[in-house]
């Protein structure tokens, strides 16, 4: 076994972190091509990082030797939501997955639709009635916010508006304790960010212990009843659950959808998802793989070990990076180019070859609502509008952290669908549907070209 290529240095001259988080995209693209490997390694926060850029080395990491590869319990995450299903590890995490796993999955999940289409249509309704171009992040952003504070505490933002503002601008600060240098520091006048971040976990911690006092039903009453080891255990989750990470990634996806499907040019696919349930799901599924919200995730060796072909040493930091994995060659023909049809041809069912919420047994737990939000929110849009950026020429090129979305917010407009366009009716119905499919597919191949 040989060490994986590049260089992690020994000291903080060596470090990387600075020109990584400036531009992940570019210096992982770099690194692949130096090195000719998607396994390398670098010095990251001046530690000995691998950096994981493939679908076998990310399958590898987060499913075959997820007990050797570990959450790190020093990061900052861990200091700011505590011990959750995100943070610990071993038996703990298994026990707390299995205490939650009813609430996100079958039935729970489905009793959630029909809230989540209220929000939506609330949020979304009026788009086509506005003079300005829609900021599409910001708006999906308070759309993700309304339905994580209503699904997971039971606040509603129209029967009780100043809490909901008030739990919204707490999630934020805590939010920015993530993006801060973990130093806790208060002096009159100013604290640290760090420091404010964890004065806001304190208050919202307060409200969350208010809210399960009072609230006996929906999922704050079930999360009540639900076999936690510790007292904490339910506080600590529904911290997470109303974290600014939950709207920022729906956010994040929506945006990414909504550019995709952007113009007079992606018509054929919009009118394609409207009626076919299972190409939307193939939609959605190609956002993901290109526009991942998350750069991706750490783990660390807890003892000498491998992957791939490489040696791992005890204590290593391997960190998947999923923009990159998404674009595997090995996995992907053209990687970079936006083919829904991919995912019913040679990707159908691999959808395991994604991370954009995680892999394996440490996967996101909310994914199915995740991608239930999803198709309700894109069925919406699909249904009742066609749009278009809004001057047309913006500038759409991606920042990726915290989450990814365009470097500057993109604009929308959005008007009205009026549905399809007649046809003539000298045509049988099966003879119409059969041209409308042809042009579909044509119209879809010249873009896709």
């Known amino acids: 076994m040989s060490q994986a290529p590049g260089h992690s240095g020994g000291s903080l001259l060596g470090d990387k972190s600075l020109e990584f988080y400036r531009d ?12 000719g490997s998607r396994v390398f390694q670098a010095r990251l926060l001046n530690k ?25 319990p020093s990061d900052v995450i861990h200091h700011l939501y505590g011990d959750n299903i995100v943070t610990t590890n071993g ?9 939650l796993m009813h609430l996100f999955s079958g039935k729970a999940i489905d009793s959630c639709s029909d809230y989540i289409k209220r929000v939506c249509e609330c949020n979304l309704r009026s788009l086509s009635e506005s003079v300005e171009p829609q900021s599409i992040y910001t708006m999906f952003k308070r759309l993700g916010t309304e339905l994580a504070l209503g699904l997971f505490l039971n606040v509603d933002a129209e029967e009780s508006p100043e809490l909901h503002q008030q739990i919204t ?11 801060s240098a973990p130093v806790n520091i208060k002096v009159p006048m100013w604290s640290s960010g760090f420091s404010t971040a964890l004065e806001a976990k304190e208050k919202l911690l307060k409200i969350i212990h208010e809210r399960m006092l009072c609230e006996q039903n929906g999922f704050l009453g079930k999360l009540r009843c639900a076999p936690f080891p510790e007292k904490s255990s339910a506080s600590q989750h529904l911290l997470l659950f109303i974290s600014a990470l939950i709207p920022k990634a729906l956010a994040s996806l929506l945006t990414s959808f909504t550019l995709a499907l952007s113009g007079p040019s992606k018509e054929c696919i919009r009118s394609r998802a409207r009626r076919d349930l299972e190409y939307l799901t193939h939609v959605l599924l190609e956002v993901q793989r290109l526009w991942p919200p998350f750069v991706g995730g750490c783990r660390i060796a807890n003892e000498d070990t491998t992957l791939g072909s490489y040696k791992v040493s005890k204590g290593c930091i ?57 198709k309700i929110a894109c069925g919406y849009l699909l249904d009742n509008y066609d749009w278009a950026l809004s001057p047309p020429q913006q500038n759409l090129e991606y920042k990726w952290l915290p989450v990814s979305r365009p470097v500057m917010p993109a604009t929308v407009s959005y008007v009205r669908h009026m549905g399809r366009t007649a046809t003539s009716q000298q045509d049988s119905p099966d003879e119409q549907q059969k041209k409308k499919d042809q042009a579909c597919q044509g119209h879809c191949n010249a873009t896709l070209l």
């Open 169 to 179: 601008q707490l999630a934020t600060l805590h939010w920015h304790g993530i993006i």
């Open 48 to 72: 000995s990082t691998l950096f994981v850029c493939s679908v076998q080395g990310m399958k590898e990491l987060l499913c075959d030797k997820s007990s050797v590869f570990l959450k790190d």
């Open 91 to 99: 038996e703990e995490a298994c026990l707390l997955r299995l205490s």
């Open 318 to 374: 391997a960190m998947y990076v999923s923009h990159a994995i998404h674009r595997d060659p090995d996995v992907f023909d053209c990687p970079e180019e936006f083919e829904p049809g991919r995912w019913s041809e040679r990707n159908a069912g691999q959808e395991d070859t994604l991370c954009s919420l995680g892999n394996g047994q440490r996967s996101c737990i909310g994914s199915q609502l995740n991608n239930i939000i999803l």
């Open 24 to 35: 992940p995209v570019t210096f992982c693209g770099r690194r692949i091509k130096k090195h």
